[in-house]
């Protein structure tokens, strides 16, 4: 199995949930400090205000804004080439809107960058990871608006004239199809829209209950693209040696039957799930099935025909392409077809594939199916793999040890699936893992799905002193990367 000699391995985060420290150094309110945690059957809160003594667990996440030092070390231990993480707008500009950067948050990311390049691990920085400042939110509903383009681009051009000689490479969007995929990540992560109603609610209310209107989630997810496709842009202007990719949510699609209708309703899901994102960013232009595929769910597409949109699309498309990889799952149009208990990525099970306790299904060859279509779909393009990973509970042994082999075993078939892939031909630029520290779950909230190498001492109820520790993985995950992925025993 060949990787190739430079590939980059590492782990990747958000900030949202690791930093904590939600309001120091000027701090302002993002999307994810306005909500509760829940669990495999419960879905988040949304609260519209902070409420005092109650637990939001993005406020203290698990402390890596005072423990980063700490936390890159270990990373190094395990020999990362390579960390991805976010820059949560809400610390560079807290109301989003503000006519100059907060100094102290960008203080922050320069001590940060400046110990991973003394580690020796190159820094792939996410702009916009589930983290829109509140404040625009409440005041322009997020992307809908497009003055938040604007207001993204002040951002990201502040970032890149500060990083230009230290940071190479970039991520506009985290998951920027969650958007169509999961109606309420989508739209309040996503995109950042809440109606008024919801914003004037009383009392917090589910996260799956906040109004949905669709045509505005689409166009905001346009909004988003045009704003990605002005980032490269600018980035390019600032150093063409940037490399300024995409990040795409890839759940890999079969037909549950060999029913012509179940692959025929596959390709469509495929299509507006999968690819319809990548092709805009890769390629430059809307795919030709978006029109009919977004007017048959009843979208007006008027905000397709733009042409000075269409010209920055054009001219803004991605120098690679990344995407995470959890699970597969199926499709069907029979409506009485066992479904997958995750509301957010839902799809049916597919009976050849276990799965994780939160009903997320395992599936090795998928990603090197997946790995092999995106090749052929962007052959002059390169791709990394920036999330993959196991969610798990796992027990602390009397002795403080972490016997994880769940999660061994999960990430030695991913890794081997990637060798195959690379050894089918595929440009594979690197791999970074999810979660290579435990920390909260963005679909949850939870810390008790965990996904980490280390393990941190903090739970669901708010208790923990946030010390770090070793799991079996951890020194498993070190031998992979100095065999360069050939000892995956
Ligand atoms: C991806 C996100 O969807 O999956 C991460 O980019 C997220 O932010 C990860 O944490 C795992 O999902 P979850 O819900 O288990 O945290």
Redesign the pocket.
Known sequence: MAFPKNFLWGGAT?AN?CEGAYLEDGKGLSVPDMLLGGDVNTPRTFCPTITEGVFYPSHDAIDMYHRYKEDVALFAEMGFTCYRFSINWSRIFPNGDDAQPNEAGLKFYDNLIDECKKHGIEPLITLC??EIPFEIVKKYHGFYNRKTIDLFIKYVTTCFNRWKDKVKYWLTF??IN?TIMAKS?GNLYGVGIIQDEDLNRDAPCKFNELKDVLQERIQALHNEFVASARAVIEGHKINPDFMIGN?I?HVTKYPLTPNPKDMLETQRIDHLFNDLCGDVQVRGAYPYFAKKLYQDMGIDTAFMDNEEDKKILREGTVDFYTF?Y?MSNCVTVDENAVAINDS?IGGAKNPYLKASD?G?QIDPDGLRWTLNKLASRYPDTPLMVV?N?F?AFDKVEDDGAIHDDYRISYFREHIRALGEAVNDGVNLIGYTT??PID??????GQYA?R?GFIYVNRHDDGTGDFSRSRKDSFFWYKKVIASNGEDLD
């Not at 920390?439 to 949850?444: C, H, P, R, W, Y």
């Open positions: 958000a949930q990871h589930y985290n998951e969650m990540i990040m949510c995470s959890y957010m939160w997320w999330e990973g969610g999810w979660g920390l909260v779950s963005a679909g949850t799905k996904y």
